[in-house]
Each structure stands twice: as C-alpha cells, then as structure tokens.
C-alpha cells in the first residue's frame, strides 16, 4: 500500500544534540512538507519542498534544517539551537497543482532528556 | 493572506447527538476545501473533500458543503458515536498561494454514551 513512513515514533534528544527525523513517501508525489503540533494546538508548517534538491522555509523553520535529495525522502533535522523542541512533528506529501489532499505520516514524537 | 477558522472547542456530546463544526475562510482565487480527523498519537488522515462551490464531501456519515457566499465548509454528522471521538481540523489548498495548505485550529470532540 501507497504510503508515507516517519520513524522512529518515539524519540528523546539530549541537550546539545542535533537529532533526525525520517520521512519517506512511496506516493510519488512531489511536493513534502514538515509539520510541528503542539498539545492542543494546530499544525505549524516548517519546512516543505516542491521538488527534488529545492526547498522553502515555512513560518518557524528557525532551530531546524532539512534536505532533499531523493523524491521519496524528506528528513528533518532538529538542531541544538531550537531550544524547544518537545512536540508531536508531522510529515506530509501531496502533488502540487492539483487540488489532492495532503497524506499525512503517523508523526514522531520528539522529548528532551 | 489564505486562512482558516475554525469552531473552537472542545466539543463533549452525548451518543447519537447531531454534530457541528464551524469552519470559515479567507481565500484569493477558487480553494479546495477539506476536512481531516485525528486519532490521539497519530496522523491526520482525510475525512473528506471539495473543490468548487457547492460541492457536497460526505465520508462515514460525515458531510461539509462548500458555500462560497458564506465562504463556509461546516462539518455535520446526524448521529455521533464513541468513535467519532477525535480532533477535526478545517484546511484549504489554493494553487494562487505557492502550493501550501492552511489549517485550522483543530476542535476536539468527546462523544460519551
């Protein structure tokens, strides 16, 4: 089945550690963005990326990174600068231009030691 | 700029009460409309789609019609049950805002027997 895979669900960052979250998508879609939700909150965007090798900040990428080198993958980096960085992260794909819901990953849920 | 609101919650309703969630927006151009649910821990996954005026997006006894001269997608449902419990996000795609999505707030339901 056609899907979009995070690992791991759980995961725990030391102070000063810069930590990794997956994202692959089998939908051969284009475009792939990042969430983060925080309890009882919305979705706010990161990072997304409409093609490959090409990507856009969203409205808190500050604290984070990402890269694009395949179609299928969108990992996100959680740096030591975003000094809060407890929440539930999502990852999305979806073609662009054609009015197709976003697909959503199970999400990760990222705690500090 | 394109934005979503949304009903505000939580909402607690009895097994079998009529459901309804606001959901308005602001949009340039002609957006597709969609609503979502979330189950505690995971993912959003698509409940539900329009996209033009006047379409009517029905899933699992769920509806929403896309009113443009209320610029409303309220989501109803005759009869809740136990299992509708769960996080309702109101979110809009137009291709005029460089291939984002624009989520609401999300409303929490609680249906109790």
């Known amino acids: 089945d056609g899907g979009i895979t995070q690992s791991p669900k759980y995961l725990f960052r030391k102070e000063g550690q810069n930590v990794t979250l997956s994202c692959e998508q089998n939908?051969?879609?284009?475009?792939m963005y990042w969430y983060r939700q925080d309890p009882g909150q919305g979705l706010r965007l990161i990072y997304y990326s409409q093609i490959v090798n090409d990507f856009q900040k969203g409205d808190i990428a500050e604290g984070y990174s990402v890269s694009r080198e395949k179609k299928e993958s969108f990992p996100l980096t959680v740096t030591s600068a975003q000094k809060n960085p407890t929440a539930f992260y999502l990852c999305?794909?979806?073609?662009?231009?054609?009015?197709?819901?976003?697909?959503f990953g199970d999400g990760t849920r990222l705690s500090i030691l | 700029g394109d934005s979503v609101t949304q009903m505000e919650g939580p909402v607690t309703l009895s097994e079998e009460a009529f459901l309804t969630i606001n959901c308005t927006y602001t949009?340039?151009?002609?957006?597709?409309l969609f609503w979502y649910v979330q189950y505690p821990g995971e993912g959003l996954q698509l409940l539900l789609k329009?996209?033009?005026?006047?379409d009517k997006g029905s899933n699992k006894g769920f509806e929403a019609t896309y009113r443009k001269e209320t610029t409303s997608f309220h989501l109803e449902k005759g009869s809740v049950q136990v299992s509708d419990s769960a996080v309702y996000f109101c979110?809009?795609?137009?291709?005029?805002?460089?291939?984002?999505?624009?989520f609401g707030t999300g409303t929490s339901l609680t249906v109790i027997p």
């Open positions: 999305a794909s979806s073609n662009p231009y054609s009015n197709q819901p976003q697909h």
């Open positions: 329009a996209t033009k005026a006047d």
């Open positions: 979110a809009l795609y137009s291709s005029n805002t460089g291939n984002q999505f624009y």
């Open positions: 949009a340039t151009g002609y957006p597709s």
């Open positions: 939908l051969n879609h284009d475009a």
